[in-house]
Each structure stands twice: as structure tokens, then as C-alpha cells.
């Protein structure tokens, strides 16, 4: 052995401590996550429903993380005020988005949108998805979906629909419905879901895509007609009404979903993390009965999972919005 070879070992050894000594430094002054309040962006208005979908997932990863999450509404233009905000944070997984599939219409039908829907924002997970519900008011002669096509095709342009504004999911669906079955109705928008709802009890339009949590009451007293839901499956709380499939429109895919994000270069580490914690919240028996009850299935899962969601609405409704030609000043 030489002197050179025995000197060299000793180097490398002393190297191999230095280096350990500073992993070990940086692993001790990195704080563990979270070490601080979490907010989370609501870009809808308060007692909506990302409130309903958020709060009590919120409230279970309070307990969980030992850290506030608290929500912050930051609503207009269409949920975009409120992620234009999220878009620009800081990416350290302090600062979210709760939004709904709102998300993935707005840079098809606005003409400017604050961010880039898809460079600005990490999916983070899917919290929970339920139907729309195809609603006509009672007036209307049509027992099924296949009478309402047939009646709209005999009166093109004639037939109104009322959604909670332009843009929004209930309009996409029904743009949606249009191109699928070749028909031709007039959109007639409102501000907000209930609005629209109120409209069609009163007559003032023939038939919306809504809400369980809208429509439920109404249709149960008679004063809607439920023609069909969205869900690949049957609806538990209509089992009667069959689904758009069922219906003669195979391929038919409009729900509501609500989802978190994180700014885009938040690190895949925390982003993960985060999902974790929201997949084990959604799994438990409270929050599965909370969305039951208000009509949605808890979904969770992993970040690619929820990104290849995100990516195909993008797709779609984009497509709806060209061959519509729905765009929203």
C-alpha cells in the first residue's frame, strides 16, 4: 500500500463526513411541512359549493396537520380573480386553490384569463364529483329525453335554458347536449345557480342542467321534471331517472367536481404530501356521509390522477366552446 493510495482513502473518507455533516445540517433547518397556517383560495362566493365541499375536509386536516387551514374567498370574473392569486403565490404549499370544474372552461370561453390554466397550476387532488341533473319545468310536453329532442328539433332556437351564468358549468352542458343530439336552444343566463333555478319554477325558461342540491326538492314536489342525470351511473337519490346514456347519449360526460391546486412549482414532495393527507381525510365515514348527503362521491386519489382529469375537460371544453362558439366578454 503507498503512501498516495492510504492518503487518497483518508481524503475520500473525510469528503464522505463533510458531506454527511452538511445533508444532515440542511435535513435539521429544513422545518417540517407545515410549519404555519395553510390558506386556501375559494374563488367562488362564501356559502357555495366549494364551501360545502371544503369546510369539513378543512376542518379534519386542521386536526390532522396541528396547523389552521383557513379558507379565503376571493370571488369574480368567473372563479378567475380568486386563482390569478394562487397562480402568482409563492409555491411552498402555503397558499391553495379549492375551486370546481369552473377551472378547466374559463381560457376556452373568456378572451382573457389572468394565467396559464395549465403552466401556472400543480393538481393536488380531486376532492369530491356529483351529477348535474337535467331539469324541464312541468309545462314542458316532454317525459324523456328522447321527447325533448324531438320537440326542440321541431322548434329550433325556440326552447330556453337557464344556467347560473355564461361560461358556466350548467351553460357547457348544455351547449354540450345541443351538439350531441343536434339541436338548436336559446341560452338564457342568470347570476347564479338559484337565480336560475327560481326562473325555470316560475316558468320564465323550459329546462336547465343544475344541481342536486337545487333541483332535489323541486323535482320531488313535482314542480320540475327530471329527465335525466349526468353520472355514468344511476343517481341514489333519483333512481327513477335514468342517465344520459340510458337516454340515447352515450359519451355524455358533464359533472360537477371540486379540486385543489397549488401554484406550479410547488415541490412534488409537498404536493404529494398534501394529497396524502386529503385522501386519507375523504376516506373517512364522516366525510363520506357529509357528501352523500349534499349529493357528491368523495374522490381522492393521486395528483396524476386528478391532472389527467383537469387535462381532458381542458380538452373538451375547449372543443364545446369552438364548435358552440361560446365566448364570454
Given at each position: 500500500?503507498?503512501?498516495?493510495?492510504?492518503?487518497?482513502?483518508?481524503?475520500?473518507?473525510?469528503?464522505?463526513?463533510?458531506?454527511?455533516?452538511?445533508?444532515?445540517?440542511?435535513?435539521?433547518?429544513?422545518?417540517?411541512?407545515?410549519?404555519?397556517?395553510?390558506?386556501?383560495?375559494?374563488?367562488?362566493?362564501?356559502?357555495?359549493?366549494?364551501?360545502?365541499?371544503?369546510?369539513?375536509?378543512?376542518?379534519?386536516?386542521?386536526?390532522?396537520?396541528?396547523?389552521?387551514?383557513?379558507?379565503?374567498?376571493?370571488?369574480?370574473?368567473?372563479?378567475?380573480?380568486?386563482?390569478?392569486?394562487?397562480?402568482?403565490?409563492?409555491?411552498?404549499?402555503?397558499?391553495?386553490?379549492a375551486t370546481a370544474g369552473q377551472h378547466t372552461i374559463n381560457l376556452s370561453v373568456y378572451a382573457k384569463v389572468p394565467y396559464d390554466t395549465v403552466k401556472d397550476f400543480a393538481s393536488v387532488?380531486?376532492?369530491?364529483?356529483?351529477?348535474?341533473?337535467?331539469?324541464?319545468?312541468?309545462?314542458?310536453?316532454?317525459?324523456?329525453?328522447?321527447?325533448?329532442?324531438?320537440?326542440?328539433?321541431?322548434?329550433?332556437?325556440?326552447?330556453?335554458?337557464?344556467?347560473?351564468?355564461?361560461?358556466?358549468?350548467?351553460?357547457?352542458?348544455?351547449?354540450?347536449?345541443?351538439?350531441?343530439?343536434?339541436?338548436?336552444?336559446?341560452?338564457?343566463?342568470?347570476?347564479?345557480?338559484?337565480?336560475?333555478?327560481?326562473?325555470?319554477?316560475?316558468?320564465?325558461?323550459?329546462?336547465?342542467?343544475?344541481?342536486?342540491?337545487?333541483?332535489?326538492?323541486?323535482?320531488?314536489?313535482?314542480?320540475?321534471?327530471?329527465?335525466a342525470v349526468t353520472t355514468p351511473a344511476r343517481f341514489q337519490s333519483l333512481p327513477d331517472v335514468p342517465t344520459m346514456a340510458e337516454a340515447g347519449l352515450a359519451g355524455f360526460d358533464a359533472?360537477?367536481?371540486?379540486?385543489?391546486?397549488?401554484?406550479?412549482?410547488?415541490?412534488?414532495?409537498?404536493?404529494?404530501?398534501?394529497?396524502?393527507?386529503?385522501?386519507?381525510?375523504?376516506?373517512?365515514?364522516?366525510?363520506?356521509?357529509?357528501?352523500?348527503?349534499?349529493?357528491?362521491?368523495?374522490?381522492?386519489?393521486?395528483?396524476?390522477?386528478?391532472?389527467?382529469?383537469?387535462?381532458?375537460?381542458?380538452?373538451?371544453?375547449?372543443?364545446?366552446?369552438?364548435?358552440?362558439?361560446?365566448?364570454?366578454?
Amino acid at each position: 500500500m503507498t503512501l498516495h493510495s492510504t492518503a487518497s482513502r483518508r481524503c475520500a473518507r473525510g469528503a464522505a463526513v463533510v458531506a454527511g455533516a452538511l445533508l444532515a445540517s440542511a435535513a435539521w433547518a429544513q422545518p417540517a411541512f407545515p410549519s404555519k397556517p395553510i390558506r386556501v383560495i375559494n374563488p367562488f362566493p362564501p356559502g357555495g359549493p366549494v364551501d360545502v365541499v371544503g369546510r369539513p375536509v378543512f376542518d379534519r386536516l386542521r386536526a390532522n396537520l396541528g396547523q389552521p387551514v383557513i379558507m379565503d374567498h376571493r370571488p369574480g370574473a368567473g372563479s378567475m380573480i380568486g386563482s390569478a392569486v394562487v397562480a402568482k403565490a409563492p409555491p411552498d404549499g402555503y397558499t391553495l386553490l379549492a375551486t370546481a370544474g369552473q377551472h378547466t372552461i374559463n381560457l376556452s370561453v373568456y378572451a382573457k384569463v389572468p394565467y396559464d390554466t395549465v403552466k401556472d397550476f400543480a393538481s393536488v387532488s380531486m376532492l369530491a364529483i356529483g351529477p348535474y341533473v337535467f331539469v324541464v319545468h312541468p309545462s314542458v310536453p316532454a317525459r324523456s329525453m328522447k321527447d325533448l329532442i324531438g320537440l326542440a328539433r321541431k322548434m329550433p332556437g325556440k326552447m330556453t335554458y337557464a344556467s347560473a351564468s355564461p361560461g358556466s358549468g350548467f351553460h357547457m352542458a348544455a351547449e354540450l347536449l345541443n351538439l350531441m343530439a343536434g339541436i338548436k336552444t336559446l341560452h338564457v343566463p342568470y347570476k347564479g345557480g338559484a337565480p336560475a333555478g327560481v326562473a325555470l319554477l316560475g316558468g320564465e325558461v323550459d329546462m336547465m342542467f343544475s344541481s342536486p342540491a337545487v333541483v332535489l326538492p323541486h323535482v320531488q314536489s313535482g314542480r320540475m321534471r327530471a329527465l335525466a342525470v349526468t353520472t355514468p351511473a344511476r343517481f341514489q337519490s333519483l333512481p327513477d331517472v335514468p342517465t344520459m346514456a340510458e337516454a340515447g347519449l352515450a359519451g355524455f360526460d358533464a359533472q360537477s367536481w371540486y379540486g385543489m391546486f397549488a401554484p406550479a412549482a410547488t415541490p412534488t414532495n409537498i404536493v404529494n404530501f398534501i394529497a396524502d393527507q386529503l385522501d386519507r381525510v375523504l376516506k373517512t365515514p364522516e366525510i363520506r356521509e357529509a357528501y352523500r348527503l349534499a349529493g357528491l362521491d368523495p374522490v381522492g386519489g393521486t395528483p396524476a390522477f386528478f391532472d389527467e382529469r383537469v387535462k381532458s375537460d381542458i380538452a373538451k371544453w375547449a372543443r364545446v366552446a369552438r364548435e358552440a362558439r361560446v365566448q364570454v366578454d
